[in-house]
T-cell receptor
Framework: AQKITQTQPGMFVQEKEAVTLDCTYD???????LFWYKQPSSGEMIFLIY????DQQNATEGRYSLNFQKARKSANLVISASQLGDSAMYFC??????????????WGLGTSLAVNP | DTGVSQNPRHKITKRGQNVTFRCDPI?????LYWYRQTLGQGPEFLTY????????KSRLLSDRFSAERPKGSFSTLEIQRTEQGDSAMYLC????????????FGPGTRLTVL
């Protein structure tokens, strides 16, 4: 069965420091996509970063990078130089691929990140 | 603003009533998804459309739930005979069909069933 596990219910980080949010996944499909989304208290899901299962390099988007370790089935999100506005819920999600086209997302329970000034 | 929009943003209803939510996706996107999110949980997939065709439905989607996307543009999600357990945030997202197809979400409709 496909599953996403986020083992950190809550995390704290000091402003300007880096933080790593953990995500492990389980699937037997060879083709999948991994996503990270941010959900502030306003409720809207904001796309952050994507990693495809066949991508050779780890994805980066500005201050966000994804530490993809395929053999360990982990896709940790690294946020560098944390800002107060980074305080939010962070969700890891997996999309199974159908002929290269990603489908529905399967989600973890999320990690609540608090950035301290 | 050309993002995903959802209406209404909040809905309070009494148990047993029917409710309908609307989602307007990003116009270039041909895929549209519905998810449900309860407090402290990640979203749960409900159903998705490619153009006007409903390609997949979750087992969570009981026969009280129905979704349509009649012209391949906006979509509606109807819940009949609402129950207190239906109280949740209903999220709509849209994406392109091909490539990595990240999903872009609307602000959600928060349903409270009294």
């Amino acid at each position: 069965a496909q599953k996403i596990t986020q083992t950190q219910p809550g995390m704290f980080v000091q402003e300007k420091e880096a933080v790593t949010l953990d995500c492990t996944y389980d699937t037997s499909d060879p083709s999948y996509g991994l996503f990270w989304y941010k959900q502030p208290s306003s409720g809207e899901m904001i796309f952050l970063i994507y990693q495809g299962s066949y991508d050779q390099q780890n994805a980066t988007e500005g201050r966000y990078s994804l530490n993809f370790q395929k053999a360990r089935k982990s896709a940790n999100l690294v946020i560098s130089a944390s800002q107060l506005g980074d305080s939010a819920m962070y969700f890891c999600a997996m999309s199974l691929s159908n002929a290269g086209n990603n489908r529905k997302l399967i989600w973890g329970l999320g990690t609540s990140l608090a950035v301290n000034p | 603003d050309t993002g995903v929009s959802q209406n209404p943003r909040h809905k309070i209803t009494k148990r047993g009533q029917n409710v309908t939510f609307r989602c307007d996706p990003i116009s270039e996107h041909n895929r549209l998804y519905w998810y449900r999110q309860t407090l402290g949980q990640g979203p749960e997939f409900l159903t998705y459309f490619q153009n006007e065709a409903q390609l997949e439905k979750s087992r969570l989607l009981s026969d009280r739930f129905s979704a349509e996307r009649p012209k391949g543009s906006f979509s509606t999600l109807e819940i009949q005979r609402t129950e207190q357990g239906d109280s949740a945030m209903y999220l709509c997202a849209s994406s392109f069909q091909t490539g990595r197809s990240e999903q872009f979400f609307g602000p959600g409709t928060r349903l409270t069933v009294l």
